[in-house]
């Protein structure tokens, strides 16, 4: 692995997703981690990583839209928890955006809908289908058990 201002030969994009302009401007606890979040991310783009690692998922980019929706629908100010992930799983948070967050979880449960884009790359056996994915985690999400 190497940061990207060690190559030389490539720009760091710092391209910001359409629905995050508002957010330098706010001051919500959601506001405050959105942005803390796209920071986060802009730094990340600086890596570069060599062989074996050919496919890397960063579903804060492709899926914004509904992660943003997620933080904005349960991230408020003076409450106790909001759950965060760092290791998105192939059927959860790198479909939807949201932590540990498989497609019904997301859809039916926490009621989030929205676009999802796809990484540069996509791994043939892990597609990006968005809230079109027929798989599931196969281990009972953190929300599932909080519903039971």
């Given amino acids: 692995m190497q940061d990207a201002g060690d190559r030389g030969d490539q720009a760091v994009s710092l391209a910001l997703p ?8 706010g001051t919500t606890a959601a506001s405050r981690l959105l942005r803390a979040e796209l920071e986060l991310c802009a730094r990340l783009r600086g890596l570069a990583f060599s062989e074996p690692v050919r496919y890397v998922y960063n579903p804060l980019e492709y899926a914004w839209e509904m992660h943003s929706c997620y933080v904005n629908t349960y991230c408020h100010d003076g409450q106790d928890v909001l ?12 479909q939807t955006g949201v932590p540990f967050g498989e497609v019904a979880v997301v859809r039916d449960w926490l009621g989030i809908s929205g676009r999802v884009g796809r990484p540069a790359e996509e ?4 597609p990006i289908r968005g809230l079109d ?16």
């Avoid at 009972?140 to 039971?148: M, P, T, V």
């Fill in 123 to 126: 791994h043939p056996k892990r």
């Fill in 83 to 94: 759950f965060l992930g760092m290791n998105p799983g192939p059927f959860g948070m790198a």
């Fill in 18 to 25: 359409p629905a995050a302009a508002g957010l330098f401007e």
């Fill in 133 to 148: 994915t027929p798989q599931s985690e196969g281990r009972l999400s953190y929300y599932s058990a909080l519903r039971r």
